[in-house]
C-alpha cells in the first residue's frame, strides 16, 4: 500500500497558475503510475493527467492539455501537476491515486489520497 498526501491547493484568479503535489509513503513509489483526479461539487470524479513509474510516458484530459504539466521525481517520492492559464470551472477537490497500471480509469488506481482544494476565482 502507497500513502499519499496531496499539497499545493488554494485559492486564485483566472488566469493564474498553481503547482499541486503528491507526497508518497509505504511501499516502493517508483514502481506505481500516479493519477491526478478531480472531483467538483455535484459533478462526478473525473481524469485530470496520469504519468507513467518511469515517468516517460504522460497523458492528459483534454479539458486540461496545454495547460497542466504532470511530472515525477522518484528521488524525493514526489509527483507534480503544474497547471497554468487556470479557469474557474477547473475548481474542484484535486486527488492524487496510485496504481500499477498506467491508464485514465479510475477505478483501475488502488490508493488515493485525501485531496486539496483548487478554487479559481473569475
Known amino acids: 500500500q502507497v500513502q499519499l498526501v496531496e499539497s499545493g491547493g488554494g485559492l486564485v484568479q483566472a488566469g493564474g497558475s498553481l503547482r499541486l503535489s503528491c507526497s508518497a509513503s509505504?511501499?516502493?513509489?517508483?514502481?506505481?503510475?500516479i493519477g491526478w483526479f478531480r472531483q467538483a461539487p455535484g459533478k462526478e470524479r473525473e481524469f485530470v493527467a496520469a504519468?507513467?513509474?518511469?515517468?516517460?510516458?504522460?497523458t492528459y484530459a483534454d479539458s486540461v492539455k496545454g495547460r497542466s504539466t504532470i511530472s515525477r521525481d522518484n528521488a524525493k517520492n514526489t509527483v507534480y501537476l503544474q497547471m497554468n492559464s487556470l479557469k474557474p470551472e477547473d475548481t474542484a477537490v484535486y486527488y492524487c491515486?496510485?496504481?500499477?497500471?498506467?491508464?485514465?480509469?479510475?477505478?483501475?488506481?488502488?490508493?488515493w489520497g485525501q485531496g486539496t482544494q483548487v478554487t479559481v476565482s473569475s
Open positions: 509505504g511501499r516502493t513509489f517508483s514502481g506505481y503510475a
Open positions: 504519468v507513467s513509474w518511469s515517468g516517460d510516458s504522460t
Open positions: 491515486a496510485a496504481g500499477v497500471k498506467f491508464t485514465t480509469i479510475a477505478n483501475r488506481y488502488t490508493d
